[in-house]
């Protein structure tokens, strides 16, 4: 009997291992796309943990952060002072308290 019973614990230590292996990623993950102001959907490739670590790798260190132009809501490069889809001139003021922002959303 005692073999099945840490058979059991052996198990359940593994299938815990596995969710956290999965589940950090993907958490970890959407929280740096909002971060990055960047889609979600990025996480979707946490389907499989190993595609979700390198998802969350890439958002973390490869993506720029993101700002949302305030007249057509296409979200653009967080230093880019013209909008790419609307011509947006942007102040610098503006620039800069997207960035202070970013920072805040960093901490
Ligand atoms: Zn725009």
């Known amino acids: 009997m005692e ?3 840490e058979g059991v614990i052996g198990f359940i230590v593994v299938i ?3 969710i956290i292996l999965w589940v950090v990623p ?3 993950g959407l929280k740096w796309a909002k971060i990055k102001g960047v889609s979600k959907l990025w996480m979707l490739f ?3 943990p190993f595609f979700g ?3 969350f790798l890439i958002l973390r260190y490869g993506v720029e952060p993101r700002k949302q132009c305030y007249k057509c809501k296409e979200s653009i490069k967080m230093e880019a002072q013209i909008c790419r889809y609307c011509g947006n001139q942007m102040s610098q003021e503006e620039i800069n308290y997207a ?3 970013y920072q805040d959303r960093k901490k």
Request: aromatic share 22%; proline share 0%.
């Open 26 to 28: 993907i958490w970890l």
């Open 99 to 101: 960035m202070k922002e």
């Open 16 to 18: 815990l291992f596995i």
């Open 53 to 55: 670590w390198i998802a």
């Open 46 to 48: 946490g389907i499989h």
């Open 3 to 5: 073999n099945i019973f």
